[in-house]
């Protein structure tokens, strides 16, 4: 099987995911709450499909702001299930909307989702799927583990020889210099 990093560099719908976000550690609670969704629409699915409604996932969940989701009800199910340009499956929505109110308890619990994350990492992909099960729904080893990958907490997004790997092992690279001299 071809890995991710054969297909995307130049193909007219993944390059840019590829290039430039998948992998790429990040901190900011929309984009981690996205990748987290996304994943969730994504199975059963192709991810090339979800790339192609990402705009209109986006539009549709108000991009994402968990604030926002997480105040979704019953009408908003009803829009979201009406809109024929996203997935309209109604566990991954209703899933969708009670995940955005666990990552507003984790800002109470936690100080957020990307304090949590940290927080638990690094863990084996077993061991992320238990956690990822007790806090959130909808959360397969195989949703856990995408969107771990997508988010740098787990390794395996690119091959070691990919330009994307190297970009992004240089900016972990800076971070931690950044870090230490901030500790010194």
């Not at 994943?39 to 705009?55: F, N, P, V």
């Not at 996932?57 to 979704?72: E, G, H, M, Q």
């Not at 729904?137 to 020889?161: N, W």
Request: net charge positive; proline share 4%; aromatic share 10%.
């Amino acid at each position: 099987m071809p890995h991710y990093c054969d297909i995307a560099p130049h193909h007219p719908v993944h390059a840019e995911y590829h290039n430039t976000e998948y992998g790429f550690p990040t901190k900011s609670e929309r984009v981690l709450f996205e990748r987290l969704s996304l994943e969730i629409m994504q199975a059963g699915l192709s991810w090339e499909t979800i790339l192609k409604k990402r705009k209109a996932l986006n539009k549709a969940f108000d991009r994402f702001v968990p604030a926002k989701v997480a105040s979704y009800g019953a009408k908003d199910i009803k829009r979201l299930m009406g809109d024929k340009d996203i997935i309209r499956n109604r566990l991954k929505i209703t899933s969708i909307i009670h995940n955005a109110k666990q990552v507003m308890e984790l800002r109470k619990t936690d100080k957020g989702f990307s304090a949590w994350l940290l927080a638990h990492h690094p863990k084996s992909k077993e061991d992320w799927t238990k956690l990822f099960r007790r806090q959130f729904k909808f959360m397969g080893s195989e949703i856990v583990g995408e969107f771990l990958m997508s988010t740098g907490y787990l390794p395996g997004a690119h091959r070691k020889d990919c330009q994307v790997y190297i970009d992004i092992s240089a900016i972990i690279r800076k971070n931690r210099r950044s870090l230490e001299n901030k500790r010194t």
